[in-house]
């Protein structure tokens, strides 16, 4: 399974890598991107094949594609708000010397954004669990409720793709009003 997704995975590299730059451009300036990009993996998600038992397959995609929507849409939202990507074609990059002063800015920037994220997850994972608890009449610890597809989907896609939103647009924000850019 692992050698035939690795092959799977480039040949799929080798005949996409001629359109990423398409695929970039489309997915930071059209206007239905955000859309796309929740509603294709919710999709996705719900039609994941049916088994005959419980496997947190079904939930870590639901999570990997949520958190990719989420980032996805906030990557969308930077683009058209805060810092176009496609504004300057001469983008240079360039690798200060790490000093102290920068190594302590990198400390305090990583505190804030792993801060803001786990404090993002913690917020709605209770918030999402407890509306569809209410929603569809079961207690919040009952784990075989959770694992049901009506719940576990968007309980999952909800809360990853909060987490991929923080992360992309209200982490940058925040170091920016810190002072941490």
Known sequence: DVIGGALISAVLLVLLYPAWDMIDH??????????????????????????????????????????????????????????????????????????????????????????????????MKSVVLGVLGYWYKFPIGDLEARRRLEVEVPYKFITYSSVGFSATVIVPLLHELLGLM
């Open 26 to 123: 489309l997915l930071l300036t059209s206007p239905f991107c955000p859309l796309l990009s929740i509603v294709v993996p919710l999709v996705l998600c719900y039609n994941y094949p049916k088994l005959d038992y419980y496997s947190p397959t079904r939930g870590d995609t639901t999570t990997i594609l949520g958190a990719g929507a989420g980032a996805t849409v906030g990557f969308w939202l930077n683009n058209q708000y805060a810092a176009p990507a496609y504004a300057s074609e001469n983008l240079q990059l360039r690798f200060p010397l790490i000093a102290s002063k920068i190594a302590v800015v990198v400390l305090a920037r990583f505190s804030v954004g792993i801060f803001v994220v786990l404090l993002t997850r913690k917020l």
